[in-house]
């Protein structure tokens, strides 16, 4: 890190230690809501570039210069491909490199597309390796399954020319897309050939842009997230409450899997889960529709929480987040509502991340009421 | 076209007809080997561009300068889509354009990636929007499903950065690639993403390449086959016998297609199709393997004629060429060896566009004998 900035104040930089690493993989984890990977593979590889002496900073992003150029970055693929495939873990580098010289113009800080799941570490990474500090925001607020649902594209920023480095060496620039579906459609495609995981950096943002339109303070939520569920863990308080407590979720439901529906559909993962519930919700039933994240979740037949709310699912007694693609039979299970933040629940955010845009034209987005959200 | 030009003399130039364009449609055709797409629309194409006053005009090989900049370009995509699907017209101009952006060079003459099948067309219409020539040369010599089947690729021309255009608009430049196999990859499951069918660029090489590898006179070649067919056809000759004379082929066979195995895998056509002989081959039975092309000629089970060797199937009568896609139950048709380039026989050659390459491990290619090879 360089020890002056023309673009932000180094006093202001927030090192990130290998504990913040592993509350950030258990909130990151959270904001999941089931999708987005696994982020201990990315933990690993933050923990090593860290021990190789790489600092990870975050810096709020009112502490940027308007005109300082940022770059989101993110992992492009299946996130089962990406528990079994090892990265290589300069990608994101290559990304970023790539960009500065198709650019002509240099990178002064990284942005989160998605702090849900794997993508929350993937910058931390690649920000790191570049000497650079990662914005404490992100594009979605949690995980989402294509890339045109972030907060950047859906306000008007298009995210061609992009950049894809996969760990082989291969380097596709995504020129111009005419439309944000394309690209990620492209995009989806190319990473398939590639063996199923890459890394993306979209078009560059002036930090005016990420100011107004990224979600704030995603890392800080994440981060207090998972210092909740280890300090009551450390305590041997209820990490469900404490996780509730947190950010102002809500308790929706406490039950055991039932039924378990899952299957690949055009490389995403599709669903149900049924859940019999016990203790206050002895006798109960409810069900998730899943498409990567938790989508929709049902009591006894009637919809109640809908994307682009959160819907997470914790293992009951640990308070650690359960991915779609390790979910089973028999698992006891909390499910927890977080209201989705201000900015995807405009009309223009929900054409793009509503129940619409996920095929279920029949059901109306009805807001977590605001009662149940807290500090965050 | 401008009046002098610093890398060719204009006086070399040749400008094509549209006559010379049903010669081409008819000759790209047999040099297809049952593959690389009907010509038929990209010949309208061109026909439209040389109504609205663009030149088409092709240049010898050896009459341009060997420092100046060549750029290959062609289709890519099912030949299936590109007959249901129109192009828009000036993808190849686009691609061009954005080459020439990328690399901050101009280019100073198009080079066709396949003569066999629409490929022969789409460099006509690229390099006449542009006002450049096209080279009397290809990659190929033949149609092969495959883009690092040329012998530009063969010979060690990186064929990245390449950049390929669809019909919608969307850009896409493959900067780097660890291998052709892998930009064959990308590029292929990027063109499904688009629609099935764009334009591909590849990085622009020195004429003194292209003078050594790309294989001689290609339209010549393909225009002299149209033409024989076409004047056989006016004075009622045998269209057959007029091929064969014109370029040195070998009649294999006559007969009716008595069955016919052909589906999709992996976005080829795959197949098989047997024929019952008369005339001459009375009593007689063969076979021809199909993936996307012609691929190899069994009499009576016994291997005779396989790849890269050309084996081109006519319709009797007629002596128009037959691509797989249109094969059908009881046609009447010719079988035609013509013998493979020198260039496409090598070893080196034979490792990529071999019976193995195409996964036929078990044979050995055989090369048609010298005696069969004609003027060409």
């Known amino acids: 890190m360089p020890e002056t900035n023309v673009h932000f104040d180094t006093a202001n930089l927030r090192t990130l230690t290998p504990g913040d690493l592993d509350a950030l993989e258990i909130g990151a984890g959270i904001l999941g809501c089931g999708g987005g990977g696994n982020p201990y593979q990315g933990k690993l590889l933050t923990l090593e570039a860290m021990k190789a002496g790489y600092q990870m900073t975050l810096l709020a992003t009112d502490d940027i210069a308007p005109e300082a150029r940022c770059m989101s970055v993110g992992g492009i693929g299946a ?115 590639q063996g199923g995981g890459a890394m993306l950096a979209t078009a560059p943002m002036a930090a005016s842009y990420v100011q107004r339109y990224a979600i704030p303070k995603s890392y800080t939520q994440a981060l207090e997230l998972g210092e909740a569920v280890i300090a009551a863990r450390r305590n041997q308080d209820d990490p469900i409450e404490a996780v509730c407590k947190s950010q102002g979720g809500r308790r929706l439901f406490t039950g055991k899997i039932t039924d378990l529906k899952r299957h690949l559909r055009g490389g995403f993962a599709v669903g149900e889960v049924s859940l019999g519930g016990f203790g206050a ?96």
Do not use: K, W
Request: some cysteine; glycine content about 10%; aromatic content about 6%.
């Open 79 to 193: 996130p089962v491909v990406g528990t079994e495939r090892i990265r290589e873990g300069r990608e994101g580098l290559r990304c970023l490199r790539a960009m500065e010289e198709y650019t002509g113009q240099p990178i002064d800080a990284v942005v989160c597309e998605e702090i849900g799941g794997a993508n929350s570490m993937n910058p931390l990474v690649t920000a790191g390796l570049a000497g650079l500090p990662v914005l404490d925001c992100d594009g979605m607020g949690r995980a989402f399954p294509e890339m045109q649902m972030t907060t950047f594209s859906i306000y008007g920023h298009s995210s061609t020319p992009s950049v894809m480095c996969d760990l082989h060496g291969n380097v596709v620039v995504f020129q111009h897309a005419v439309s944000e579906v394309f690209h990620e459609r492209m995009a989806r495609a190319c990473v398939v050939a």
């Open 281 to 376: 919700n002895q006798g109960e039933a409810a069900e998730i529709a899943i498409q990567n994240e938790f989508l929709i979740f049902r009591r006894e037949g009637r919809v109640e929480v809908t994307v682009p709310d959160l819907i997470v699912v914790l293992d009951v007694d640990t308070g650690y987040p359960i991915t779609t693609e390790v979910l089973r039979y028999g698992q006891r299970v909390a499910v927890l509502a977080l209201p989705a933040p201000a900015l995807l629940r405009t009309p223009q955010a929900l054409e793009v991340v509503g129940p619409q845009a996920f095929g279920y034209p029949e059901i109306v987005f009805d807001p977590l009421p605001a009662a149940t959200v807290g500090a965050a």
